[in-house]
T-cell receptor, first 117, second 113 residues
Framework: AQSVTQLDSQVPVFEEAPVELRCNYS??????LFWYVQYPNQGLQLLLK??????LVESINGFEAEFNKSQTSFHLRKPSVHISDTAEYFC???????????????FGTGTLLAVQP | DTGVSQDPRHKITKRGQNVTFRCDPI?????LYWYRQTLGQGPEFLTY????????KSRLLSDRFSAERPKGSFSTLEIQRTEQGDSAMYLC???????????FGPGTRLLVL
């Protein structure tokens, strides 16, 4: 079984400041890792994912996350945030689908990124 | 590619009534998932279909819940004898392969009075 912990329920930050949203996971098997974003009154959208290969993954809008196997973490970072980044961010894990496993997503409780002018 | 669609977007019902939600996945996506999201929480897995076969059900899915995916296309989620605790956002997602992204629909928000 897998679980995800997002310790920060809310992260207030000023525009153009850097931000880090923390995510730790536990699992007895190898996993895929994801960050999804939910803008106000919109559905969940994939921000970035780690499947294999380079442990640093990037999104098209300047976010990046690094898979750290030893620390079982997948923290999300952005060097300079914008007002438009205000949203709820969910970290998620899934199994790799071997042996009939389903790839169901296990989500954390979310972190509200509140960007202030 | 028109994305995952869900219908209705909102549903208000009285306790004890039955409700049914529909999900239309992205065409050719053979994997379909249902999740439930309550206020302040992340989505929680309910059930999974590969084509028309329901391969996994969460313990969250009580006997009052049933899901189908006839012919491996759209899916329905029915809740019988609704309870106030069923109030939540019900999300559907689909994907093409185990390594591929799960794309989410806009959700159906259920309020049980």
């Amino acid at each position: 079984a897998q679980s995800v912990t997002q310790l920060d329920s809310q992260v207030p930050v000023f525009e153009e400041a850097p931000v880090e949203l923390r995510c730790n996971y536990s699992s007895s098997v190898s996993v895929y890792l994801f960050w999804y974003v939910q803008y106000p009154n919109q559905g969940l959208q994939l921000l970035l994912k780690y499947l294999s290969g380079s442990t640093l993954v990037e999104s098209i809008n300047g976010f990046e996350a690094e898979f750290n196997k030893s620390q079982t973490s997948f923290h999300l970072r952005k060097p300079s945030v914008h007002i438009s980044d205000t949203a709820e961010y969910f970290c998620a894990v899934s199994d790799r689908g071997y042996g009939g496993a389903t790839n169901k997503l296990i989500f954390g409780t979310g972190t509200l990124l509140a960007v202030q002018p | 590619d028109t994305g995952v669609s869900q219908d209705p977007r909102h549903k208000i019902t009285k306790r004890g009534q039955n409700v049914t939600f529909r999900c239309d996945p992205i065409s050719e996506h053979n994997r379909l998932y249902w999740y439930r999201q309550t206020l302040g929480q992340g989505p929680e897995f309910l059930t999974y279909f590969q084509n028309e076969a329901q391969l996994e059900k969460s313990r969250l899915l009580s006997d009052r819940f049933s899901a189908e995916r006839p012919k491996g296309s759209f899916s329905t989620l029915e809740i019988q004898r609704t309870e106030q605790g069923d109030s939540a956002m019900y999300l559907c997602a689909s994907s093409l392969d185990r390594r591929e992204t799960q794309y989410f629909g806009p959700g159906t928000r259920l309020l049980v009075l």
